[in-house]
């Protein structure tokens, strides 16, 4: 059965530092998806980015990047220069085969505060 | 233009109550959801619909009935309200298939006193 780890349940940084979290995650297929949401103070599920389990290219977008490496089944959020509006949950989830095609398995998130 | 529309967006409401969430999608996909978050943010599925057709239900009590009108809707009604009903309820849709990304809507907030 697939499973999504989110180690940190919280995290607390000063504004404009760097700060990643972590999520592994596991499943039998070969052939998987892996997910990262966003739920700000307002409570709305943001989609932030899709990752296929056989593309390993780490992917920028901006002050976000995303460090995927299936040899440690590990799909890493780093935040650069954090901002008060990064403060949220993030979600990382992972979609694969069979039932699981039609739903996201969730971490428990983890609880991101930028302190200005 | 709001993609994933959930109604309403606040709901309380007295233990054995009967109420009904509502959903809505513009964005044309095929297949819908609902999850559920817990007062710890746990996120679950609860059921998915692929053109009006129930793929899959997990374990959630009979208690809670999906219904989907046709591709664009799938509202969600629970009969006998419990405390434990408590929760923020998600819809969500896609297209069909393993790779395609879930759309949430904004959340119901559900307060069963």
């Known amino acids: 059965a697939q499973k999504v780890t989110q180690a940190q349940t919280e995290i607390s940084v000063v504004e404009k530092e760097d700060v990643t979290l972590d999520c592994v995650y596991e499943?039998?297929?070969?052939?998987?998806?892996l997910f990262w949401y966003k739920q700000p103070p307002s409570g709305e599920l943001v989609f932030l980015i899709r990752r296929n389990s056989f593309d390993e290219q780490n992917e920028i977008s901006g002050r976000y990047s995303w460090n995927f490496q299936k040899s440690t089944s590990s799909f890493n959020f780093t935040i650069t220069a954090s901002q008060v509006v990064d403060s949220a949950v993030y979600f990382c989830?992972?979609?694969?085969?069979?039932?699981?095609?039609?739903?996201?398995?969730f971490g428990k998130g983890t609880k991101l505060s930028v302190i200005p | 233009d709001t993609a994933v529309s959930q109604t309403p967006k606040y709901l309380v409401t007295q233990m054995g109550n009967d109420k009904s969430i509502k959903c809505e999608q513009n964005l044309g996909h095929d297949t819908m959801y609902w999850y559920k978050q817990d007062s710890k943010k746990f996120l679950k599925i609860m059921f998915s619909y692929n053109n009006k057709e129930l793929i899959i239900n997990e374990t959630v009590p009979n208690r809670f009935s999906p219904k989907s009108p046709d591709k664009a809707h799938l509202n969600l009604h629970i009969n006998s309200l419990e405390l434990g009903d408590s929760a923020v309820y998600f819809c969500?849709?896609?297209?069909?298939?393993?790779?395609?990304?879930?759309?949430f809507g904004p959340g119901t907030r559900l307060l069963v006193l």
């Open positions: 989830a992972l979609k694969d085969s069979g039932a699981g095609s039609y739903q996201l398995t």
């Open positions: 969500a849709s896609s297209q069909v298939g393993r790779e395609q990304t879930q759309y």
């Open positions: 499943t039998r297929d070969t052939t998987y998806y």
